[in-house]
């Protein structure tokens, strides 16, 4: 029977509850204990995948092809795990569920009611991913806030777990903001107190508090925390603001956070924690060290966690190279307005991400079209490739008109048009070509140096693709096909003969890095990057989330 650790979060959203769970799962796996992790998101939405990145962040895909919540990107990452769609689940999904099984005639007879027909299903599918995953420690992180409407059913659900499999077996952990008032010069706990006492009203007692705050946490703020919240003195455990999440784990650990859970869950078989790897890890990150400056072209940068697999990817690439990742956020419709030289000067190397829709794509193509005539080495993921292969077709045909049907439907170079099997295809949900497909590399090209391997297995999601027809037009132009589908018929990475390193691929490379494995394609990017000398670089442009 595995143990379960529930874990909420009050006063705030955006406390870095994603973020503290896929640390927890760091320092469980750390004493050879199993973990899995589930993110159960409050929304109506069935995923969200069909949800604009700037409400929701990126959408973070598992090799079995589920569109989800950025934070299983986190867990990955943190655990070095592969999820399935067992990890994410909604609101929308449970209601759809019930709902079909009262249609079949399931509950002939009967009221279907938020408890227990609601609740059922939900701690179903805390089941489902046990089962499935054989994992010693379940972590199920309760998306938005206590206190939240649509949550409830979720809360009451983790609150009858309780009941259900016995006290031993059940952790409640709450995530809570002190915030700092400036005047005074302290941090305060009354709104971690109300979080708290909304838990209690609806039966869940919190057995551990974890307290974010910008400010260190003086022992006098856990006592009265302690006091208040009925949580002993040691189960308050102070997590400040650090300079990277990759810190967190090994904060939490100095706080006797893994040894709590060990304690209070009677998980006999932890052994003695080992984070050696991941402090070596933190210490590199702390190190000072010569920034590699990327510019990362995209429609959505306002809002950096549109981004987010691949700003960690581009992380761990620049660490392994042991540079500082020196982003510079570049609006692609501000390419459109600007010259490319102003927005891209300082660049050593440039990424144009996916995205969906004409919005900003033209100013996509300007920084495809300055990366190949400049040599700056470049990296196209999924809508990033499509652009390349814009820009490029567009040079070889000597014509402004080559497009992706998906901008210009009526273009008459399609050389992105719609996959076969997408033409029939009217209904927008969890309907693209979506997770885990197998990619050929062509012999000698940089995409099979990269790898150092001939057959690699990638996330997809999108609807277009490289247009055949025009395969050989653009091959004798110089473009080379170095990824194929096994049966030669889908482009999958495509990269310039006559270029120092523009390389681009039709799935996403981001989700697959880790901390300490960066992902090949990346690796190779940052290394051709660090190579390029920019003259008159000039210093980094302001983040544009900060403008
Ligand atoms: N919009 C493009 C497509 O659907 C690219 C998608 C993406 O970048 N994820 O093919």
Redesign the pocket.
């Known amino acids: 029977m595995p143990k379960y650790i529930f874990v909420t979060g009050g006063v705030v959203s955006s406390v870095g509850k994603g973020i503290t769970v896929a640390s927890m799962g760091t320092i469980l796996k750390s004493r050879e204990l199993s973990v899995s992790v589930q993110k159960l998101d409050p929304y109506l939405n069935v995923d969200p995948g069909t949800m604009s990145p700037y409400q929701h962040g990126e959408v973070f895909v598992t090799q079995d092809g589920a569109e989800t919540d950025l934070d299983l990107g986190n867990y990955e990452r943190f655990i070095n795990t592969e999820l399935t769609a067992d990890s994410n689940v909604t609101s929308g999904q449970i209601y759809s569920a019930v709902i079909a099984k009262e249609r079949r005639g399931d509950f002939l007879g009967g009221t279907i009611q938020v408890v227990p027909h609601v609740t059922t299903e939900i701690k179903d599918r805390f089941k489902r991913l046990a089962q499935r995953s054989k994992a010693e420690v379940i972590l199920i992180e309760v998306g938005g806030t206590v206190g939240d409407i649509e949550g409830q059913p979720f809360l009451e659900a983790i609150r009858q777990m309780r009941n259900d499999i016995g006290r031993d077996n059940v952790l409640y952990v709450h995530v809570t903001l002190l915030p700092y008032l400036h005047s005074t010069q302290e941090l305060k706990t009354k709104p971690t107190q109300h979080s708290v006492n909304e838990l209690r009203r609806i039966g869940i007692q919190p057995d551990i508090i974890i307290c974010r705050s910008d400010f260190p946490i003086p022992e006098s703020i856990r006592d009265k925390i302690s006091l208040f919240c009925d949580v002993e003195r040691q189960a308050v455990i102070p997590l400040p603001t650090v300079s990277s999440i990759y810190e967190i784990p090994l904060i939490l650990e100095e706080a006797g956070l893994g040894q709590l859970i060990v304690d209070k869950l009677g998980l006999r078989k932890a052994k003695k924690a080992d984070l050696s790897q991941w402090r070596e890890l933190v210490e590199r990150l702390k190190t000072p060290r010569e920034p590699v400056n990327i510019a990362l072209v995209g429609k959505y940068v306002e809002l950096s966690d549109s981004y987010f697999s691949v700003r960690e990817a581009l992380c761990h690439a620049a660490l392994y190279h042991d540079r500082e990742l020196n982003l510079i956020w570049v609006h692609s419709e501000d390419l459109e307005k600007d010259g490319t030289d102003s927005l891209l000067r300082s660049a050593q190397g440039i990424i144009v991400p996916?995205?969906?829709g004409i919005r900003g794509i033209e100013g996509m193509v300007k920084a495809a079209n300055y990366a190949r005539t400049n040599e700056i080495p470049y990296l196209g993921?999924?809508?990033g490739m499509?652009v390349m292969v814009i820009e490029f077709a567009r040079h070889v045909l000597k014509s402004p008109k080559p497009n992706s049907t998906?901008f210009d439907p009526n273009t008459p170079y399609p050389v992105i048009d719609l996959l076969p099997e997408q033409k029939k295809v009217k209904a927008k949900g969890g309907t693209?070509r979506l997770g885990n497909y197998p990619c050929q590399l062509l012999p000698g090209s940089r995409a099979a140096k990269a790898y150092g391997q001939s057959l690699v297995y990638e996330r997809h999601?999108?609807?277009?693709?490289f247009n055949n027809e025009f395969r050989d037009t653009l091959e004798k132009a110089g473009l080379v096909y170095s990824g194929l589908s096994p049966d030669g018929r889908l482009v999958e990475i495509c990269e310039l003969a006559n270029h120092p390193w523009m390389v681009s691929c039709q799935f996403?490379p981001e989700f697959g890095s880790r901390p300490s494995r960066p992902h090949p394609l990346f690796r190779d990017f940052i290394g051709a990057a660090k190579e390029v000398l920019r003259e008159g670089a000039q210093p980094p442009l302001p983040l544009a989330a900060e403008k």
Do not use: D, K
Not at 461 to 465: A, K, T, W
């Open positions: 996916g995205g969906f993921l999924c809508l499509q998906e693209m999601r999108h609807r277009f693709e996403h």
